[in-house]
């Protein structure tokens, strides 16, 4: 798909990319493929895969970091972020899932807006248009998750658990997750909104593929979301 958006060139290299990994081997590789022309540092966390992720994460060029066991994706996200902290050199931090849903293009516009706005937060939402159909089920789930997001935190978002975001340094620097399931999607909004730095939310396109459905995210997940938010 075109994008009015140009590539970085070269990569990008104050802008690393976080993709929390676990058992994705058949797609990760693409994945990475379509991030190292726009981002130099690719960050993969395999938390605990048992089916070559890791290896084809390598491969594909990314810096791999691991956990020995799941400890679910919360914490292979934090464990991202802190890698990414470590290097002076990281500016921003854009978090990318592992599974091909979220395209390149709207992680670039993402942080186009932030460096052209000076915003330190940039949520992507795929409510801010019609683009992307998750269906009526996921469609109801995802709008409850919301909001119970958004009594929870000072935050006013439409699209409260999308894995795509873009977070500057300084607000990095305030992400202490201590939820590892699904829950961390609304621990992290609310951490983000304690930093009281200027945020936005960009429209995006989640691409729900004959691989995803297979494994059966389009209403699982959504389901583990709810349950998390209710026990967390």
């Given at each position: 798909?075109?994008s009015?958006?140009?590539?970085?060139?070269?990569?990008d290299?104050?802008?690393?990319?976080?993709?929390p990994?676990?058992?994705?081997a058949?797609?990760i590789?693409g994945?990475?493929?379509?991030l190292?022309?726009?981002f130099?540092?690719?960050?993969?966390v395999?938390?605990?895969?048992s089916d070559g992720?890791?290896?084809?994460?390598?491969a594909?060029?990314?810096?791999?970091v691991?956990h020995?066991?799941?400890?679910?994706q919360?914490?292979?996200?934090?464990?991202?972020?802190?890698f990414?902290?470590?290097?002076?050199?990281?500016?921003?931090?854009v978090?990318?899932?592992?599974d091909?849903?979220?395209?390149?293009?709207?992680?670039?516009?993402m942080l186009?807006?932030?460096r052209?706005?000076?915003?330190?937060?940039v949520?992507?939402?795929?409510?801010?248009d019609?683009?992307?159909n998750p269906?009526?089920m996921?469609?109801?789930?995802?709008k409850?998750?919301?909001?119970?997001t958004?009594?929870?935190?000072s935050?006013?978002?439409?699209?409260a658990?999308n894995?795509?975001?873009?977070?500057?340094?300084?607000?990095?620097?305030?992400?202490?997750?201590?939820q590892?399931?699904?829950?961390?999607?609304?621990?992290?909004?609310?951490?983000?909104?304690r930093?009281?730095?200027?945020w936005?939310e960009?429209?995006?396109?989640?691409?729900?593929?004959?691989?995803?459905?297979?494994?059966?995210?389009?209403?699982?997940?959504?389901?583990?979301?709810?349950?998390?938010?209710?026990?967390?």
């Open positions: 798909m075109s009015s958006v140009p590539a970085p060139s070269p990569a290299p104050r802008a690393w990319v976080v993709i990994l676990y058992n994705e058949s797609v590789g994945v990475i493929e379509g190292k022309p726009h130099t540092h690719i960050v993969c395999d938390d605990g895969s992720s890791a290896a084809e994460a390598a594909a060029g990314a810096h791999l691991q020995p066991v799941n400890l679910g919360g914490a292979a996200l934090q464990t991202g972020i802190d990414a902290l470590a290097h002076a050199e990281c500016d921003y931090i978090t990318f899932d592992a091909g849903q979220h395209r390149v293009e709207d992680a670039l516009g186009q807006l932030a052209d706005e000076d915003v330190a937060i949520f992507g939402s795929r409510f801010l019609d683009r992307t269906g009526w996921k469609k109801v789930i995802l409850t998750a919301v909001w119970v958004n009594l929870t935190t935050l006013k978002l439409t699209d658990h894995g795509l975001r873009v977070i500057r340094r300084d607000a990095a620097q305030g992400i202490e997750l201590k590892d399931r699904m829950a961390h999607a609304t621990e992290i909004v609310l951490e983000l909104g930093t009281r730095l200027p936005k960009y429209p995006v396109e989640l691409l729900y593929t004959d691989y995803s459905k297979a494994k059966g995210q389009s209403v699982l997940n959504s389901v583990n979301i709810l349950v998390d938010l209710v026990v967390r």
